[in-house]
């Protein structure tokens, strides 16, 4: 199995600007989450997914941040417009069942907004 | 509100000791509690699920333990090595994910 894949690996971008993250999960696992790690704040849950629809989004920072998962297979966060303080990491993580099984993480996207 | 602490925030062991990790929560109705292990740069490493009902955990070096009407857990690593180096998170299920804020571990050669 290829683990969850996220991508890109790096982004950087300017204020403003759209970006959109993506993660794939562990094929069979049926939840899905995004979260942001910073060094001030540590990780954080942003929102997740079971069986493609968002269950717990209390997370996600602001109206400027969104997340998607639109198959069993793929989703998306996307943050438009982009802030400087947006910077951090963000993984996604997925597991059978949210709640009664591991965790298994993605390798994270970094994120730089200048 | 759940919160979750984990102390100390940073350790450095000369390598062979025995040691302990610490997690506490404040709200122990939780559902499980899961053990990672974090390299610089990367993500996380699952290395242990505790389920609410049990009270510990054994893979390998690593042992970890719950005591839910305590509000505690521990992840004890036998015989430290310098590739056990990295920082320890854990996580409790309380309807969603709530993490620590790590310790910090370096084991010296």
């Known amino acids: 199995d290829a683990g969850v894949i996220q991508s890109p690996r790096h982004e950087v971008t300017e204020m403003g600007q759209e970006v959109t993250l993506r993660c794939k999960p562990i094929s069979g696992h049926n939840s899905l989450f995004w979260y942001r790690q910073t060094m001030m704040r540590g990780l954080e849950l942003l929102i997740y997914f079971n069986n493609n629809v968002p269950i717990d989004d209390s997370g996600m920072p602001e109206d400027r941040f969104s997340a998607k998962m639109p198959n069993a297979s793929f989703s998306t966060l996307k943050i438009q417009p982009s802030e400087p303080r947006d910077s951090a990491v963000y993984f996604c993580a997925s597991t059978v069942l949210a709640g009664d099984n591991e965790q298994f993480f993605g390798p994270g996207t970094r994120l730089t907004v200048l | 509100k759940q919160e979750v602490t984990q102390i100390p925030a940073a350790l450095s062991v000369p390598e062979g000791e025995n040691l302990v990790l610490n997690c506490s929560f404040t709200?122990?109705?939780?559902?499980?509690l899961q053990w990672f292990r974090q390299d610089p740069g990367k993500g996380l490493t699952s290395l242990l699920l505790i389920q609410s009902s049990q009270r510990e955990q054994t893979s390998g070096r690593l042992n970890a333990s719950l005591d839910k009407s305590s509000g505690r857990s521990t992840l004890y690593i036998a015989a430290s090595q310098p590739g056990d180096s990295a920082t320890y998170l854990c996580a409790v299920w309380s309807y969603k994910y709530i993490f620590g804020t790590g310790t910090r571990l370096k084991v010296l050669a």
């Open positions: 709200d122990s109705a939780i559902y499980n």
